[in-house]
């Protein structure tokens, strides 16, 4: 490593401390998606302090936001999250479930870390520009409503990603590793039924029962789950139920559906064939139903140039240290797991190399992962993401960086509980470095970018990204 780049380093070993306040902060303050003020105001007030360019509500969106550095080629984005998730209040460091606020949000998905790290990514690729005078930019990019509200495809949709031209991120999570899984498109759907109120005992035949409606709707679609790729997800809620009077046939009643399948023409296709279901279940009830377009997300397009410029950095750079303390926070937690499931264990059984899988399973009862995983083959995955829609505008790569002990649930009261111990710390610091070192070398060495643009295009099949949300639809949580 050039003393240059080290130099530039230093940085993120500097600030720790204030890095480690604003997470917590932030972690004190769990904002569920598009009503992160509190979090996004606390970054750009942070991203001004330090020379950056401040840029509020890209996209229309209250809470996105993005801080830029330098000018000129290449551009290259740093993604950023920080929405939490309902109901998972929790009290941190302890090792039982107990609500700060009873129902309130809590950081279950680590987005506190995740916003902090790629922030001190951009803070160290800032210095690097600034001490070395080269040309290049770094943007820090504010992406609210990761959670369930597609702010990165909104922002996408606008064109708020398309002067870039590479963007990098990471996720906290139990392994030290680039992302080789590919994340599946989705499409979220409101369908609102609409029936006539009567006497359940009386009048029945004067009624319309749209719940009625939704039962036979969520009916139709368990059939069709037979008939539909088994690497296809249907997922439902129902939102109302059109009262608690059951001696009143029910005139309104709300589903709330999710499809995915692991690219947007089979989301879409699935999509239209759960539609033709609602309009059959309204036609059996003779109610009405509306659909509403809520959001949707692309599939993630991997890139292997950014990702193995990311292994390298990864494997330069040495991971956290756990100590002691650590190793006990750690081993308690696990106790109070009701599965010995480990995404560790998952990802070390795809290393081709015999002799190499061998010695990594030595370490598969470890309660916390320190070792850095080797490069390994692509695997699709079944969770969602709105990242793949910034990869669909651009080349991208993702970390995953260990901040939590092997096999914690994600989206639990464990995961919140942690979200500001020492490991977790340790882990968002090592994130900014991996992330930085990365942008730099794609700032020194333009034939990495070129090589990603080219394979991105070979991906992607050179097609312009056109946004799954239709222009109308405007950024919400359900």
């Known amino acids: 490593m050039s003393l240059k780049k080290e130099s530039a380093m230093q940085i993120i070993e500097e600030q720790k401390e204030k890095l480690c306040a604003i997470n917590d902060a932030i972690w004190d303050h769990p904002e569920t998606g598009y009503h992160e003020k509190f979090a996004a105001k606390m970054y750009c007030d942070a991203l001004a302090e330090e020379g950056f360019e401040v840029c509020t509500e890209l996209a229309g969106i209250e809470t996105a936001f993005s ?90 949709r606008e064109g708020v990603f398309d002067k ?3 963007a990098l991120s990471w996720h906290p999570g139990e392994v030290n590793s680039v992302s080789l899984e590919s994340t599946v498109a989705n499409y979220q759907v409101a369908y609102h039924f609409y029936g006539v109120s009567s006497h359940a005992a009386m009048s029945p035949e004067l009624g319309r029962s ?32 059109g009262g608690n009077a059951p001696g009143t046939v029910q005139p309104y009643a709300q589903v709330l559906y999710l499809m995915r399948a692991p690219n947007l023409k089979s989301a879409k296709e699935l999509y239209e064939r759960v539609d033709r279901i ?34 390298k ?58 070792e850095v995983l080797p490069f390994l083959k692509e695997r699709q995955g079944f969770a969602s993401s709105d990242v793949g829609d910034v990869s669909c505008v651009c080349p991208v790569a993702q970390l995953n960086i ?14 919140v509980s942690l979200g500001k111990s020492p490991m977790a710390h340790k882990g968002l610091l090592y994130a900014g470095t991996v992330i930085a070192a990365t942008a730099i070398d794609l700032i020194n060495n333009p034939d990495i970018v070129h090589r990603a643009k080219e394979e991105h295009k070979k991906r992607t099949g050179g097609e312009k990204f056109v946004s799954p949300i239709p222009k109308g639809v405007k950024p919400r949580i359900v």
Request: aromatic share 8%; charged share 20%.
């Open 67 to 156: 801080g830029s550095f330098g000018s000129g080629h290449p551009v290259i984005g740093i993604l950023a999250e920080f929405d939490a998730l309902p109901g998972l209040s929790q009290t941190a460091n302890v090792t039982y479930k107990e609500p700060v606020v009873q129902g309130g949000a809590g950081h279950g998905c680590g987005h506190n870390l995740l916003g902090v790290g790629s922030f001190a990514a951009a803070l160290a690729v800032k210095r690097y520009l600034q001490e070395n005078n080269l040309p290049g930019t770094v943007t820090l990019f504010g992406c609210p409503a990761e959670e369930g509200g597609a702010g990165k495809g909104f922002m996408a």
């Open 164 to 166: 870039l031209d590479a």
């Open 210 to 241: 749209a719940l009625d409606a939704v039962e036979l709707m969520n009916t139709g679609v368990q059939y069709l789950r037979e008939h539909i790729p088994t690497d296809n997800r249907v997922h439902y809620a129902i939102v109302d139920t």
């Open 278 to 311: 609602a309009q059959g279940a309204a036609m059996m009830t003779d109610t009405k139903v509306e659909a509403e377009f809520v959001k949707a997300c692309s599939n993630m397009v991997l890139n292997t140039e950014l990702l193995k410029t990311l292994q």
């Open 313 to 370: 950095n990864l494997e330069l750079f040495s991971p956290p240290v756990w100590d002691a303390e650590d190793i006990a926070q750690a081993e308690k937690i696990r106790k109070t797991f009701s599965s010995t499931y480990s995404y560790y264990n998952t990802l070390v059984a795809d290393i081709e190399d015999e002799k190499l899988r061998l010695e990594f399973e030595k370490g598969a009862s470890a309660p916390l992962h320190q």
């Open 402 to 415: 260990t901040t939590m002990p092997a096999g914690t649930p994600m989206h639990s009261w464990q995961e």
